[in-house]
């Protein structure tokens, strides 16, 4: 209900200017340090013999999942029975969700079975967790498929816990893969083969992601949470935008009022985002211009050597990540244009797409790979808490 409520709440609010408002209260960002997030040993389920174990005996989570299954229509046409789903193994966990690999029997009048991957929160997730998950499904549920968006299956909300259905993307996060690809690529100059990523391979990535970003944005939704770390790969190199645990509906209002504040991915984030709270289309924008940086350099933290709180004032001064030595000025220009202070003045996805594609329609390497200097790029681990 509390999700429903708020949605409506933000629909009514007026219009200002552009796309935007500020949260009224104003709220500046503090800055986590808690070395533990991100670190907490998983304690929830565990997969024995391909069974999922739930955890609906604890009394606490029915009454919380009383209160926050009740948004849902429990006779939606995206109701799955969940004894149907056969779970295998953990994908990738965070600190209060996980994402199964599983086995779906007859799913949407497909015969026999499909492997699905399934969302889930772990006991240890609080009300605030919750709440994300379903924003995600309402989210998901409210798109059609597009072959850049990772599409929703089905879900289980009728008890605890709720299951997110979503397509399986075989090649997982495009960070990783990124990463994953460097060492592949050293392999490879040394035994001479040509399996590895090449300039239109990554230029292709950042181009589909910019095409599923439009179609967002179409639909009236902000992601707020662009990154490479939130886009999946399939085998053939076809990129999902997906984690849409923060994104918001804002059709009416274009805008998004941040209340609280979790973990917050501060380098991926437009400035008007960091100080005044406000989240648009546009500063997605400047997120995907990051992502664009993030894919040049397979993979790398964004401001490699800054802290957190440097990133926040050198950005706030009109510093912007450099031009890598290996990537040409044409793209450079793409990212750097997504990273205008004055959001307005930020391409649309749309207009991003037509860059990208004029790009792609030569025959010229954006990224010269043999020039990427692997010493130069790193990834950092987050001590701070924040989402890297
Ligand atoms: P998340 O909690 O959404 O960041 O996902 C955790 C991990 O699960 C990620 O590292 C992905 O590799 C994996 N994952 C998430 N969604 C999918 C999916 N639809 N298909 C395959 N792997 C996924």
């Not at 886009?231 to 059709?251: M, S």
Request: with cysteine; aromatic share 10%.
């Amino acid at each position: 209900m509390a999700v429903i409520f708020r949605k409506r709440l933000y629909l009514s609010k007026t219009k200002e200017k552009e796309d935007m408002r500020k949260e009224s209260s104003g709220g500046s960002i503090v800055l986590q340090d808690d070395p533990r997030l991100g670190m907490q040993q998983w304690s929830g389920p565990r997969a024995f013999n391909n069974r999922y174990e739930p955890w609906e005996s604890d009394s606490n989570h029915n009454q919380a999942s009383n209160q926050m299954s009740s948004p849902i229509n429990k006779t939606d046409r995206w109701e799955f029975p969940r004894h149907r789903l056969k779970f295998f193994n953990i994908l990738g966990e965070g600190a209060f969700g996980q994402v199964w690999k599983c086995e779906a029997t007859e799913l949407n009048d497909k015969e026999g079975l499909s492997i699905v991957a399934v969302k889930t929160l772990k006991e240890n997730a609080n009300e605030k967790e919750r709440s994300d998950l379903i924003s995600e499904l309402q989210v998901m549920k409210m798109l059609e498929p597009h072959p850049n968006v990772v599409r929703l299956l089905g879900c289980c909300t009728e008890k605890e816990p709720i299951f997110l259905i979503m397509e399986y993307v075989t090649k997982g996060k495009l960070q990783s893969y990124l990463r994953n690809s460097r060492a592949e690529r050293y392999y490879n100059n040394m035994h001479g083969q040509s399996k590895s990523l090449t300039s239109r391979d990554l230029t292709s990535f950042v181009y589909q992601v910019a095409k599923g970003m439009d179609y967002l944005s179409i639909n009236g939704i902000i992601h707020r949470d662009l990154a490479a770390r939130n886009v999946l790969i399939t085998e053939d190199h076809v990129c999902k935008v997906a984690d849409f645990g923060f994104a918001r509906d804002v059709i009416a209002s274009h805008v998004y009022e941040r209340k609280s504040e979790g973990r917050l991915p501060i380098r991926w984030m437009a400035p008007e985002s960091l100080y005044d709270n406000i989240f648009s289309v546009k500063s997605d924008v400047w997120s995907f211009g990051i992502l664009m940086w993030e894919v040049v350099t397979l993979g790398s933290t964004p401001y490699p050597g800054m802290s957190a709180a440097e990133v926040m004032k050198k950005v706030r001064d009109g510093y912007r990540l450099d031009k890598p030595e290996h990537c040409r000025r044409e793209l450079y220009n793409i990212m750097y244009y997504c990273w205008d202070k004055d959001a307005k003045q930020r391409p649309s996805f749309a207009e991003c797409v037509e860059l990208l594609e004029k790009l792609l329609m030569t025959e010229t390497d954006y990224i010269e790979l043999e020039r990427f200097p692997d010493h130069s790029y790193y990834n950092m681990v987050s001590l701070s808490g924040e989402k890297l």
